[in-house]
C-alpha cells in the first residue's frame, strides 16, 4: 500500500522563517511572493518567486526565507525527481540575496 501525499499551504510574513526537519521527497511551490531556500552543508542558496517549485532528494534540514509575504505549499511523500525549476540566488533573473540584505 502507498502513502498518499501529505500537503499543507502556509503564508509567511516577511522575514518570516520556516525549519524543515527533513527535506528529503518534499515539493515547496512558492504560490505568492519570494522564498530562500538553504539546506544544511549545502554551498548554493535557491530563490523560488511565484511559480517555482523546489524538489530535493538528499536528507537535510531546509530553512525557508520568506524575502517579502509569501505563501508556498509543501507536499512531502513525492516520488524523487531531479530538481525542477529552482533558481540559485546568482542566477540573473530574480533578487540576488546582496540586494535584499545590502
Known sequence: MTTPPRHFDLNLERSALFNL??????????????????LDNDLRDYVLEAGDTFTNADHKRALIYAMKPSTIAITSGMEQRSVASWRPADAPRGLLLEQVFA
Not at 29 to 38: F, K, L, N
Request: charged share 15%.
Open 21 to 38: 526537519p527533513d527535506a528529503a521527497g518534499v515539493q515547496i511551490v512558492c504560490r505568492d511572493g519570494t522564498v530562500w531556500i538553504t
